[in-house]
């Protein structure tokens, strides 16, 4: 049984940091590319930035002040957050994919809110 679970969200004030964790199961994990989607109230979700092996990429709105990591041996994937926005405020999902085999977590809220 394949799962994905995000923790680590919450509510942060503008310019505070959270670390989004998301741990895998059921599934090959280091065969994966391990991705952050997020989606906003009214908003399509969007790639937050994804890890395929050693390399990593981000959007651009996220350069600088996000950090992606993956450790194959926990099957966990991790999202360092800091200097946070209120453009930030989102649910933020855990994605996995392999060729066309795609996999979702349920997603953590993350507000951004003075």
């Known amino acids: 049984q394949v799962q994905l679970v995000e923790s680590g969200g919450g509510l942060v004030q503008p310019g505070g940091s959270l670390r989004l964790s998301c741990a895998a199961s059921g599934f090959t994990f280091s065969s994966y590319v391990m991705s952050w989607y997020r989606q906003a109230p009214g908003k399509e979700r969007e790639l937050v930035a994804s890890?395929?092996?050693?390399?990593?990429n981000y959007a651009d709105f996220v350069k600088g002040r996000f950090t992606i990591s993956r450790d194959n041996a926990k099957n966990t994937m991790s999202l360092q957050m800091n200097n946070l926005e209120r453009e930030d405020t989102a649910m933020y999902y855990c994605?996995?994919?392999?060729?066309?085999?795609?996999?979702w977590g349920q997603g953590t809220q993350v507000t951004v809110s003075s």
């Open positions: 890890i395929p092996n050693a390399n990593s």
């Open positions: 994605h996995a994919r392999l060729l066309r085999v795609n996999y």
